[in-house]
């Protein structure tokens, strides 16, 4: 089936999403939510859902900026250098809180149910949408089974929203795989995060990926990374197929 434009309700209006359903139906195929990078959704992330679609799960890619209105387009490999698109993209990711995601999360599983996934959930997040991606497993430890992180960026902060705040109440098995050098996760927040779950007996891995770019597994990054892509692909299959 092609990918589909969708909107779904939410407690603050409506939200535009994508949705990837599998191309061979079964009795029962689980879902999953994309959480988008700082860029919102685009080609590179519709693609990745249809991936995961055709490995057999309903996929939501929604678009977490949806109480800005209509706010264009952002190229992933220019965006930030440019000072002006720079300084406006920072302004709506600041503007686009934990905690308005997290509120989200209700709807964006409400609509993978009405889509038919059925059983449990995995989320993913690159980028921004990382620490989004755990964040819901806390939320909805009921219903969230996996989550993954990919270069995801503060995800054992001082912020009082930091993901690794929220470790006691995950039930998921949890992922995170970092950039090899990255300012927005540096070793002493791995440290911090790994820490966190393991006091709070959470299944995870973490793992460093050596000479990879904070972008690596996003086709449309500056820094993308096919081999490092791949390697990511096969992680995330693999925590999805053993717990979904």
Not at 24 to 49: K, N, T
Not at 135 to 153: K, L, N, Q, T, V
Not at 215 to 232: F, K, L, Q, T
């Amino acid at each position: 089936m092609p990918l589909q434009h969708i909107t779904l309700p939410t407690q603050d209006g409506t939200c535009p999403a994508a949705l990837a359903s599998p191309a061979q139906p079964r009795a029962a195929h689980p879902g999953v939510i994309l959480y988008m990078d700082a860029f919102g959704p685009r080609p590179a992330l519709y693609d990745m859902a249809k991936r995961l679609a055709d490995n057999g799960y309903f996929v939501l890619v929604p678009d977490l900026y949806y109480r800005v209105g209509d706010y264009g387009t952002f190229d992933a490999k220019t965006a930030f250098a440019d000072e002006e698109t720079g300084k406006r993209l920072r302004g709506i990711m600041a503007e686009t809180k934990q905690a308005l995601t997290e509120r989200d999360g209700a709807g964006f599983i409400a609509a993978l149910t009405e889509a038919g996934a059925a059983g449990k959930i995995g989320t993913v997040g690159y980028c921004m949408g990382g620490a989004r991606a755990l964040i819901a497993a806390a939320a909805y430890p009921e219903r969230i089974a996996a989550a993954a992180s990919f270069h995801g960026g503060n995800l054992a902060s001082d912020a009082p929203d930091s993901p690794h705040l929220h470790a006691a109440t995950i039930k998921a098995r949890v992922y995170a795989g970092s950039a090899g050098v990255d300012g927005s996760f540096p070793p002493e927040q791995s440290a911090r995060l790994a820490l966190a779950l393991r006091e709070a007996e959470v299944d995870h891995t973490l793992e460093n990926y050596v000479g990879m770019g904070h972008g690596w597994a996003v086709s449309d990054h500056r820094v993308y990374d096919p081999a490092g892509a791949e390697r990511h692909w096969t992680r995330l299959l693999t925590l999805f197929d053993e717990t979904l």
